[in-house]
């Protein structure tokens, strides 16, 4: 299995043909989730594209490691949001369903959070083999689950001061 190195230019064609998807099958919702932070770069540009209010969700699994190990999922006790999101279709979106842990724990709480939401669809990137979620929307399907390098990475590695040596 190799590693999946993905550039700004990459992502960002991903982020929109995903959005292309969900847009072209039809499906209407009044709302988007996104988790954070893999969800928060689609979130924003979903809300932007859709003109949909947008809510943010904090999750956690990747932690040590400068976020390569997986452990324990943590969500966030609230939702972020400017006002409470309204109707009852809402799309969650995140980077990717890896495990699918985060799909299948963060589903039912925010089911249970806020019971106004019916209807609540997901929308990811990348769906791997080995998920044991299936996201409503995805663009690549990676049987192999290879580890996957977004761009916004790089920033796990780096501090302020790297900053201050490459532009002085």
Partial sequence: MKDLHVSWDEYNRLVEKLALAVWESGWTFDAI???????LRIGDVFSRLFDKPLGVLFTSSYRDDAGMTQGRLLIGDQMSSALP?????????????????????????????????????????????????RPDYFIEHLPTNPWIHQPFEQYDHMRPGDLKARWG
């Fill in 33 to 39: 989730v996104c988790l954070a932070r893999g969800g």
């Fill in 85 to 133: 999101l309204p109707g009852p279709r809402w799309l969650l979106v995140d980077d990717l369903a890896d495990t699918g842990a985060t799909l299948v724990q963060a589903l039912p709480v925010l089911r249970a959070r806020h019971p106004q939401a019916t209807e609540i669809r997901s929308a990811v990137l990348w769906c791997k083999g080995a998920s044991v979620a």
